[in-house]
């Protein structure tokens, strides 16, 4: 009796072993993950008005550091800072009692050759007169005339002299070079400037201002186009924008492209020309190029901003076929609102998600619950 319990009870414990290990054994059998709810949207193209923006400084178009060309003191300054100018104004006097002192001297010295001038010129008339009568030797006559070269030779020097004392005497006073404004005075009255090195100030025309942009190599056959297109300032095809996002209100032209391209960035400088009635613009300003996409162009594939990933600084978005998500990388254009153009990377007709993609991993199984736009 002891062994027929004993073995029912060891059959029991065996099928009970069995039975967890089968349990177990179904346990650890891997669970495939449903496939994931996600919201996408089919590429469509579409027409926009968008501007490109490229950063740009302003310059003056005609602008003239003002430097001490005499050594001495400063006695006279004839403007306030920042104010505006006109050509021919006077601005500053340096110290001229010792040029004026040396132009003096130098006008007497003329003088003076200009009497030995006249003396020699006598004499040598007198001795050609006496030659002439064989009353005087021809070496006299000879001599007469080697003095009055001499003479005309001192007279030229002199003169030379007065003229380059007057312009030391000229150079004294400093005279606006042309119409526009004028910074801040860099010396006080009596101080002593150096010539040619001093800088005493700066004057910068005002209206129009240039502003300066460097574009890629690329873009020169449309920068090109955009230079000889008539219309552009009536359009608004070139507009710019300040500091603190401020559009300004007048509309620039393309003045110039310049003769090169630097082979260090591969850009080419840009000059674009802008009215500055007010005198707004300031010359150093950092500012935005606007380009406006005037081309009418209807082919544009506009996806939401949203459903673009950045790795690396490349871009990527999740398309779907056949129930798979998979990753795509994108050359993408300007962004508009909440949406940006691509260049590349899709087409009309592809499915990429919108929504639900940040768990997502490359050719994962998705479930598209909502089409946005189909």
Do not use: W
């Amino acid at each position: 009796m002891r062994n027929k319990i004993s073995i029912f009870f060891f059959s029991l414990i065996i099928t009970i072993i069995f039975y967890s290990c089968g349990d177990k054994k179904k346990d650890a059998q891997p669970k495939t993950p449903p496939p994931a709810s996600v919201i996408a949207e089919l590429v469509k193209k579409g027409k926009t008005i968008y501007y490109e923006e490229y950063p740009a400084t302003v310059v003056a178009l005609n602008q003239n550091d003002l430097r001490a060309q005499v050594t001495g003191y400063i006695t006279g300054i004839y403007f306030q800072d920042g104010q505006l100018v006109h050509q021919g104004q006077k601005l500053y006097d340096i110290d001229k009692q010792q040029y004026q002192a040396n132009l003096d001297q130098a006008i007497a010295n003329l003088n003076v050759t200009k009497a030995n001038l006249a003396k020699a010129q006598q004499d040598a008339d007198r001795y050609a007169d006496l030659l002439k009568q064989d009353a005087i030797a021809k070496q006299v006559y000879d001599h007469a005339m080697d003095d009055l070269e001499s003479a005309k030779m001192q007279v030229a020097a002199a003169n030379s002299n007065v003229r380059n004392i007057e312009t030391t005497v000229k150079y004294s006073t400093i005279y606006a070079p042309f119409t526009g404004t004028i910074g801040i005075s860099q010396v006080k009255m009596g101080a002593l400037v150096t010539a040619n090195q001093t800088l005493l100030n700066t004057i910068s025309s005002d209206n129009p201002m240039a502003v300066d942009v460097a574009v890629d190599q690329r873009e020169i056959p449309r920068f090109t186009q955009l230079q000889h297109n008539a219309s552009a300032r009536k359009d608004s095809t070139l507009s710019l924008e300040m500091p603190g996002n401020i559009i300004y209100d007048q509309m620039g032209k393309i003045s110039f492209i310049d003769r090169a391209v630097d082979p260090q960035t591969g850009t080419i400088r840009t000059r674009l020309v802008f009215a500055n009635p007010q005198n707004i613009l300031k010359p150093g300003m950092n500012v935005n190029i606007r380009v406006k996409n005037s081309s009418g162009d209807s082919s544009l594939l506009l996806i939401p901003f949203k459903a673009v990933t950045e790795q690396m600084g490349e871009y990527f978005v999740y398309m779907v076929n056949d129930s798979l998500a998979t990753q795509h990388k994108l050359s993408l254009g300007q962004k508009i609102n909440d949406k940006v153009i691509v260049r590349q990377g899709l087409k009309e007709g592809d499915t990429i998600i919108t929504e639900g993609f940040q768990r997502l991993r490359d050719s994962s199984k998705v479930k598209i619950s909502t089409i946005a736009n189909q």
